[in-house]
């Protein structure tokens, strides 16, 4: 360990920082090589005195609630059958509080954060550059097929790319001499969103643009005036498609209501979402367990003696009652109360002039995450978890931040 300490000293202070720049890039665009830089950054933490950082990490609110509620799900084992799956719940919680803790600890100024934010920015571009590039049929299997993606699920890349496009826009007002890059990117990002036909997403960016409109209105009106923008480009590109797949969600709702059977997403989740208020109505206060959400819907499945379709979802596609399902009345409770500190911390950092445009990039991720936990289950994919506690750790830490915006 020794040896290890002095070698890491050798490398210089900066080795954490520089991983999670090279970690904000890669993340995007490849789990593996991501998560070897992500342990790069935690062993470089070897350097540093470990009480010193624990004492750190524990008088910080934001880890604290997030370690609580990964305190919940590894609870929720003492009473789940199937703890593989439960582990795995586990390892999600524990990955939003520790990409969050390595920002936290490893970031102590305002321009490393932007870095590591423009880092993923560029990452993220970069993914959404690959997928149009499909979509052209520069490359791939041909020209104009939707959803248009690229690495993953085409609702993984659109919740990616909506996340890319906050960032890049407020990061434009922190960065003059980059802004037109950003908002070249930021577009790339717009266009990338409408292009995944994901509707939770879809959904989820049309909230926080209403929302940006009212935050921003006679604070920052080039800003405002490019929400503006945006919301009339998307109207204008994506008028057929937007309401080509919202048409078809209507018909998929109403055939569910007459009880048709339809392979459709919406269908699909409209039955997960009836087995799962079952089941939280079987187990009300602590749930079912961590794990056990897919052993829940076998059994109600077979005593509702309908719905044995969804039984090969892992998740209900909504982090609220999948939180139900876990830990009942308790794990949503945990949830919202999460949910609700990050805004509060993102609100203090808004109203400041010297970081607004930090607490406006937290809430504009947490507000997505809370929006489109409705229809997905946000919370238990890895790149989104890592995202999130990524954007978290870079803008929701004002301690040292002194420049003002622009």
């Known amino acids: 360990m020794r040896r290890l300490k002095r070698s890491l000293q ?20 490849g789990k593996t090589l991501s998560a070897v830089i992500a342990l790069v950054a935690a062993a470089a933490l070897l350097r540093e005195d470990l009480k010193s950082f624990l004492r750190r990490a524990f008088n910080d609110e934001i880890f ?3 370690a609580l509620l990964l305190f919940l799900y590894i609870l929720g084992l003492l009473w789940s059958h199937d703890l593989i799956s439960g582990l795995k719940m586990c390892k999600k919680a524990a990955l939003l509080s520790g990409v969050y803790l390595l920002c936290f600890l490893h970031l102590r100024d305002s321009s490393s ?31 104009f097929q939707l959803p248009c993606k690229a690495l993953m699920n085409h609702i993984w890349f659109g919740n990616l ?11 434009a007002m922190r960065r ?52 503006l923008s945006c919301l009339a480009m998307g109207g204008l590109l994506g008028h057929s498609l937007i309401g080509k797949r919202v048409e078809q969600a209507r ?22 979402w009836y087995t799962s208020w079952q089941i939280f109505l079987d187990h009300p206060f602590i749930g079912a367990g961590t794990g056990d959400y897919e052993e829940e819907v076998f059994r109600k499945t077979e ?3 309908s719905f044995r379709y969804i039984r090969h979802y892992n998740q209900p596609h909504n982090i609220y009652l999948h939180a139900l399902v876990m830990h009942g009345l308790v794990g949503l409770g945990v949830l919202l109360g999460v949910f609700a500190l990050l805004l509060k911390r993102a609100w203090v950092g808004f109203r400041s002039p010297e970081t607004w445009s930090f607490g406006a990039m937290g809430i504009s991720a947490i507000v997505h995450t809370m929006v489109a936990g409705f229809t997905e289950g946000v919370l238990r994919i890895h790149v989104l978890v890592s995202a999130l506690g990524l954007i978290l750790g870079c803008c929701l830490v004002y301690n040292e931040t002194k420049r003002k915006d622009v």
């Not at 050798?10 to 665009?29: C, E, H």
């Not at 018909?251 to 459709?264: D, K, Y």
Request: no cysteine; charged share 15%; aromatic share 8%.
């Open 10 to 29: 050798v490398v210089g202070p900066d080795l954490g920082k520089r991983a999670l720049i090279l970690y904000a890039f890669t993340l995007p665009l």
């Open 64 to 66: 604290r609630v997030l």
């Open 113 to 143: 954060r932007e870095r590591v934010l423009l880092a993923f920015v560029g990452g993220v571009t970069v993914l959404d550059l690959i997928a149009l590039m499909k979509f052209l049929g520069v490359f791939g299997e041909g020209a």
């Open 161 to 171: 790319s909506a996340l890319s496009f906050y960032l890049a826009l407020l990061l």
């Open 176 to 227: 003059p001499l980059l802004r037109a890059l950003l908002w070249g990117g930021g577009l790339i990002a717009l266009v990338a969103v409408l292009l995944s036909t994901s509707r939770g997403v879809w959904l989820a960016l049309l909230i926080v643009l209403i929302l940006w409109s009212l935050l921003f209105r006679g604070r920052q009106r080039t800003l405002a005036i490019v929400v």
């Open 251 to 272: 018909n998929e709702v109403r055939a569910f209501m007459r009880g048709e059977r339809l392979a459709s997403s919406v269908g699909d989740r409209l039955a997960m």
């Open 303 to 305: 005593e509702l003696g």
